[in-house]
């Protein structure tokens, strides 16, 4: 049988019963979990709430700042405590956290309020994904890991393509509907997070350890970790690539490439529903790809395309950027769950398998917050369309070390050690 037809039926065999409700209760996790009902309108309902600009983006920046900064202690707290009840932790904080615009409709309850919901993600981003892939490692159903992950982000995606539009509406018949439908949701996500069963003792896994180290001592232990597994460290800078190219487009670049364009600001939202439509296809469609190819490779293709789209629309008009960003959607769709799958693989049975993703993540937002202040000066100086293509030109070279250091340490690893064959 040829070799992509045994993945494709491998890949159609269907879980254990115990698996595929970890699956189903990480699906309900992560789309009630990351459904923030007031993204769409959060600006104006801080300008309502009497907020000026300078409040706004000031509390803004200090939720990056506190994201990053609670990335590494929430890591510990994953790995000293277990994933499962960390995840449970940050849906309690989620919860609180919408509560509080409600309570205390001012510049210091939204500043509260983000800092919470900082706490939260922080709590949640590196433990989900431990979780799930240890849970899965435990049953020996590995190989639905990638998929897994596709579908919990392409559910999450299509709710939000299903409820945002209904916030407008919502919120005119009470204003602070957004948030407290969103305090409902992150209450939902903590039902889906205490019905996960615990890990036992994953196959050539470790449990948490007895002795409790310190920060220092435990931080020492997880960088040992990162310094053994040698492919850790270039896979986690590939995916920098993912990261920012989505961050920065979805985030930074998104309004200000249209309006370049001449689309009028009452289309946005339609653009960015299609867009999320893409990445929804692209992230339950993973397999597709993986059959195909290795899981380095995608994601290297993956990245290149990201860039390349981009690049793409400098040279076309209003209907070629819209399409160009949706192939950028779908690209990026399909590349975030195989990433994932590279980066818990690279990483060997450690009781610091959080810390570890929490590096990542503040790597990640580390590089994002570089290339805003460089998106910045090119907008500033009017150099959009140089912005895109000197970022394509950047990305492809970043990914072409990065493959050299891989395929390095692939032969190093071939290679037989002295007075062997």
């Known amino acids: 049988m040829p070799i992509s037809l045994r993945a494709r039926v491998k890949r159609r065999v269907r879980p254990p ?24 309108v959060f600006y104006q309902y801080q300008r309502q709430a009497g907020l000026s600009d300078s409040q706004i983006f000031g509390i803004q920046s ?42 205390s409709p001012s510049f210091a309850g939204f500043m509260a309020h983000f800092l919470a919901v900082a706490t939260a993600r922080s709590l949640v981003s590196g433990a989900s994904s431990a979780y799930l892939y240890e849970y899965l490692h435990e049953h020996a159903a590995d190989a639905h890991y990638v998929q897994a992950e596709g579908t919990a982000r392409a559910l ?43 890990i036992a003792a994953p196959h050539g896994g470790v449990h948490p350890p007895a002795k409790r180290d310190g920060l220092l001592a435990s931080g020492r232990q997880a960088v040992q970790v990162l310094g053994t597994a040698r ?11 993912v990261f920012t190219l989505a961050r920065i487009c979805q985030v930074n670049l998104f309004q200000p490439l249209l309006l370049e364009k001449g689309l009028p600001v009452t289309d946005h939202g339609a653009v960015l529903s299609a ?8 992230s339950a469609r993973t397999g597709w790809l993986r059959s195909r190819t290795s899981d380095t490779t995608a994601v290297t293709v993956l990245s290149v395309v990201m860039a390349l789209t981009l690049a793409a629309t400098t040279l076309t008009g209003k209907p070629g950027t819209v399409l160009w960003l949706c192939v950028f959607a779908a690209a990026a769709g399909l590349a975030y769950p195989v990433q994932r799958n590279l980066i818990n693989a690279a990483i060997p049975p450690t009781p610091y398998r959080a810390t570890l993703l929490s590096v990542e993540s503040i ?59």
């Open 363 to 421: 790597v990640d937002r580390g590089v994002c917050a570089l290339v805003a202040l460089a998106v910045g000066a090119y907008l500033a100086a009017d150099r959009l369309d140089a912005l895109l293509v000197h970022a394509a030109v950047g990305t492809c070279l970043l990914l072409l070390v990065v493959d050299v250091v891989l395929a390095r340490l692939r032969r190093a690893g071939r290679r037989p050690e002295a007075g062997q064959p």
């Open 275 to 282: 867009m999320t439509v893409a990445e929804a296809v692209g």
């Open 156 to 198: 999450g995606l299509w709710a939000k393509i299903a409820c945002w539009p209904l916030v407008g509406m919502v919120m005119h018949v009470r204003h602070e509907a957004p948030y407290v439908l969103t305090a409902l949701s992150a209450l939902g996500s903590l039902t889906c997070a205490a019905a996960l069963p615990a």
């Open 17 to 40: 019963a115990a698996v595929l409700r970890v699956i189903r209760l990480n699906n309900g996790f992560q789309l009630l979990f990351n459904l923030l009902w007031w993204m769409p």
């Open 231 to 241: 492919s850790l460290g270039p896979l986690m800078v590939q995916g920098v690539a």
């Open 62 to 103: 200090v939720y990056y700042v506190a994201f990053c900064l609670l990335e590494i202690p929430t890591g510990f707290i994953a790995d000293r405590i277990g994933q499962r009840r960390c995840m449970q932790l940050g849906a309690a904080a989620m919860t609180a956290a919408n509560l509080l615009p409600v309570v």
